[in-house]
Structures are given as C-alpha cells and as structure tokens.
C-alpha cells in the first residue's frame, strides 16, 4: 500500500493548474483513445466537465471556444479530435502579439503641451491671410498663457516667438511683429479665474434666533 502513494515531486507537471489533476489523467486517457469517434465523444465529456467548473459562462460562445482551446493547450496539442472552431496550432498560440504603437510625442518645450504642436500643424496648412495672421496670434496667446503656467514669472514676446518658430519648423516667423501678445498679468487673471467671491453683499443675512419665548417658561 505505502510503494502506491503517489507524491507531488513524481507527478506530471499540470499545464493549467486551475482545471486539477483528474482532468489531466482524463485528457491523457483520451488521447490513448484508438478511434477518433471515440476521441470526440471524450472530448465533448470533457469540455462539458471544464464548463461545470464556471457554470455561468459555459453556454457562451467564445467561453467555448476558449474551453476548446485549453483542451488542446492541456493535451500538449497531441489530442486528435474535430474542435467546432478548429484545433489550433502550437505556433499560433506561443506567437508573440505585435506591439501597441503608442504615439511617440516628445516635445522639447514639455510645458506647451502636445495640442499645440496640433495647432502649429494645422495653421501651416491655411492659406496667408487675415484668418492665418488671427490663428497665430491665437496660438502665440496660447502659448505664452502655458508658459505663464509653468514660470510663475512673467515672459518676453520675443521668447514666445522664438519658440513659436522653433515648433513651427520655421514656418511661422512672428519675430518681426510689431503687434504686442496679451499682457501677461491679463493672461495670469484669466487663468487663475475668480473661484469665490469674499463680498460681503453676496452673504446671505443670519438671523438670530430670539431666545424671548424661552424667558417666561416656568422652570422646576
């Protein structure tokens, strides 16, 4: 009796742990099966018994498909049997999914933001004009109202520009304008915004409550 028990260390390595070790030895029974009828009929037992395991999903299709999956991964693709989705393919499972492409912004002036490269992009496709020139003030405005954000300072026009025409890969040379941007301390206000007001004619009056009634009470 002690030489049949069985220990851990001299049992098959299990390749889905989850599904326990009765339904390996059953997997491994079915693929000694010689007919193929019989195959597919211990396969359909055994897909029903993986589906008992997670009862709510068992009649959904693609649960299905992955139980049929798991079948084939779990008899190390040696099982000869008809899947409904068909047997896949050692290869076709172990091959590495392509990598997501991520899109790969790594602007010099962080404290831009990566829209307003958008912005430069889309302006460089307009026609010279008046409707160009109001866009890229926009933009300049824009730009200088982030920097602001990130410099608690005040900025030059002429930095604004100079990176405007960096970003703009030269396509937008505002260094000449005689116009001036938005005043900085205008742009900080309009920024920052009033959150609440301290007036006192926005509070609304307190009444005191008259303690008159309660001076007549009998007291014990």
């Not at 049992?11 to 599904?19: A, C, D, F, G, S």
């Not at 068992?58 to 084939?72: E, G, I, T």
């Not at 460089?124 to 608690?152: Q, S």
Request: charge should be neutral; aromatic fraction near 10%; charged fraction near 30%.
């Amino acid at each position: 009796m002690i030489d049949d028990i069985e220990y851990n260390t001299e049992r098959e390595h299990l390749i889905i742990p989850e599904y326990g070790r009765h339904l390996q030895k059953m997997i491994n029974y079915a693929k000694s099966r010689e007919t193929k009828e019989e195959r597919n009929k211990l396969a359909k037992s055994i897909i029903a018994v993986m589906g008992n395991m997670q009862p709510h999903l068992r009649d959904v299709p693609d649960f299905q498909h992955k139980l049929w999956d798991q079948l084939f991964i779990m008899s190390k693709f040696e099982l000869d049997a008809d899947s409904p989705y068909g047997a896949p393919s050692e290869e076709e499972l172990s091959e590495k999914p392509e990598p997501l492409k991520y899109p790969q912004n790594f602007p010099k002036y962080r404290f831009y933001g990566n829209n307003i490269k958008t912005m430069i992009d889309v302006a460089n496709t307009w026609e010279e004009g008046e409707l160009k020139d109001a866009l890229k003030y926009t933009i300049a405005n824009h730009m200088k109202k982030c920097f602001l954000n990130w410099n608690k300072d005040t900025v030059e026009d002429y930095v604004i520009f100079n990176h405007l025409f960096e970003l703009s890969d030269g396509e937008i040379d505002m260094k000449g304008s005689t116009e001036p941007l938005t005043d900085s301390s205008a742009l900080m206000k309009a920024s920052s915004g009033k959150k609440y007001s301290n007036n006192s004619n926005n509070r609304k009056p307190q009444h005191k409550k008259n303690n008159n009634q309660n001076r007549n009470k009998k007291r014990y």
